[in-house]
């Protein structure tokens, strides 16, 4: 049963671009969220994504967007890149989108904005 | 607005003794709390739980307590063991709304 996975591991990317990640739930999960983790941080909570809709946000701009699919896999779009951007980027799903406990983690995307 | 405060960056512990690894809250409204081990190039991996409702949980040889008046949690690791080596987060949420993560205790267990 694979869990949660994330693609691509490492990202280089210079200021203005934008960027996509990706992330595929762990099997039987339709919920995802997305954190940012800078360094030295504890990670930070962007969105989250349940019956393709954004159910939840944080306190992030709109430069930050997301989608998910049918399958319930999810995208993170970056517009407008900037040095603040660099950050290991997680992903975590979930059964239901208010399930507490049973939040799994990919290995997260790390971004490094030039 | 950090919301969740772990206040040690780093902790040094010897094999077989107590990890005590602390977290501190100032929202009030906070109801659930949970401890992430990481280790390296990996994604945090959940650890245990507690509800407001209780002040105490434990499995296995992790235990978190919980001291809602200080809006305090700890969690104790009897005996530490090498493979306890990682960095832990602790996280709390409100009902419905989202997590909020602490900056991570980086634990060391020397054998």
């Known amino acids: 049963d694979a869990g949660v996975t994330q693609s691509p591991t490492h990202l280089i990317k210079t200021r203005g671009q934008q960027v996509t990640l990706r992330c595929s739930p762990k099997?039987?999960?339709?919920?995802v969220s997305w954190y940012q983790q800078a360094l030295g941080q504890g990670p930070q909570f962007i969105f989250q994504?349940?019956?393709?809709?954004?159910?939840q946000r944080g306190n992030f701009p709109d430069r930050f967007s997301g989608h998910q699919f049918p399958n319930y896999s999810s995208e993170l779009n970056v517009n407008a890149l900037l040095l603040g951007d660099s950050a290991l980027y997680l992903c975590?799903?979930?059964?239901?989108?208010?399930?507490?406990?049973?939040?799994?983690f990919g290995p997260g995307t790390r971004l490094l904005v030039l | 607005d950090q919301q969740v405060k772990q206040n040690s960056p780093s902790l040094s512990v010897q094999e077989g003794r107590i990890s005590i690894l602390n977290c501190d809250y100032t929202?009030?409204?906070?109801?659930?709390f949970l401890w992430y081990k990481k280790y390296p190039a990996e994604g945090p991996t959940f650890l245990i739980s507690?509800?407001?409702?209780?002040d105490k949980n434990e499995d296995g040889r992790f235990t978190v307590f919980l001291n809602k008046s200080a809006k305090h949690l700890s969690l104790h690791i009897v005996p530490s063991q090498p493979g306890d080596s990682a960095v832990y987060f602790c996280?709390?949420?409100?009902?419905?709304?989202?997590?909020?993560f602490g900056t991570g205790t980086s634990l060391t267990v020397i054998p």
């Open positions: 994504y349940y019956e393709e809709e954004e159910r």
């Open positions: 929202n009030s409204m906070f109801d659930y």
């Open positions: 975590a799903s979930s059964p239901a989108p208010q399930t507490r406990k049973t939040q799994y």
């Open positions: 099997s039987g999960h339709d919920t």
């Open positions: 507690i509800s407001s409702i209780k």
């Open positions: 996280a709390a949420s409100a009902v419905g709304n989202q997590f909020y």
